[in-house]
């Protein structure tokens, strides 16, 4: 007889957590339980300080994988969730994966996609909300795949009108790509003004951005219709001036 399956962390608990700067992880992949997290510091990339290294603006402008958005949620957030060698334990349990396809369901979770191929070979996926999208995880299985996946996303929030990119825990891997750590306090003043609460000086009025799909498919409509290749127009959001 099959253990019942536990219940989803409900969609609108988990849009509450993330917009009140808190998010759930487990201590492994096979933990029936979630715990609610609130860092001291916090990680985010400040959309206009993203490191685009000479090597991988040659890995994007060579087209060298084809990338998507949305087109893999499952598949990549099952290989986020995959024991590494330096994390042989995974955050991401089976209750966790089920509620963000619930919460990818709603339109609330996206993910990035990069491929060779037919062969997907790294990716990156997280929540996104007003003008702030939350990144969870991302992996590689060849050398630069998941930091091109960050290079679209950072450029495609930025041409979305996005305003703060989360990253929740400093990684070295993160510090090259221009990620910062701050104080959570800090944070959630900064997730008050992306998300257009109160009336501070940041405070941001007016619709929320562009959805991470809704500026890939507009990406994709400028690149037909310019005859331009899509990778152009990244480097160009990433190089261009805020």
């Not at 000086?201 to 929320?208: H, I, K, L, Q």
């Not at 400028?222 to 290749?229: I, L, P, T």
Request: glycine share 8%; aromatic share 8%; with cysteine.
């Amino acid at each position: 007889m099959h253990a019942p399956a536990l219940p989803l962390i409900p969609t609108d608990l988990l849009l509450l957590a993330y917009r009140n700067g808190i998010f759930p992880m487990s201590d492994s992949r096979d933990d029936p339980e979630v715990f609610w997290v609130e860092p001291r510091r916090r990680a985010i990339l400040p959309l206009d300080g993203f490191r685009l290294s000479k090597s991988l603006a040659r890995t994007i402008r060579r087209e060298r994988f084809r990338v998507t958005c949305n087109a893999a949620f499952e598949r990549v957030i099952e290989a986020c969730s995959q024991p590494r060698p330096d994390h042989p334990e995974s955050w991401i349990s089976g209750r966790i994966m089920a509620s963000y396809r619930a919460l990818h369901e709603a339109g609330h979770a996206h993910s990035i996609e990069c491929w060779q191929g037919d062969d997907l070979v790294g990716g990156l996926y997280g929540v996104g909300f007003d003008r702030v999208f939350c990144g969870e995880s991302m992996f590689s299985r060849v050398p630069d795949a998941s930091k091109a996946a960050l290079a679209w996303l950072v450029a495609l929030m930025r041409r979305g009108g996005a305003r703060l990119l989360d990253c929740q825990f400093m990684t070295d891997h993160l510090a090259s790509l221009g990620a910062i750590e701050i104080a959570q306090s800090r944070y959630v003043a900064l997730l008050g003004e992306a998300s257009g609460v109160g009336e501070g000086e940041g405070a941001v009025s007016g619709a929320a951005a562009a959805s991470l799909p809704e500026a890939f498919a507009s990406l994709v409509s400028e690149s037909e219709a310019g005859g331009v290749a899509p990778s152009k127009l990244i480097l160009q959001s990433l190089t261009q001036a805020s």
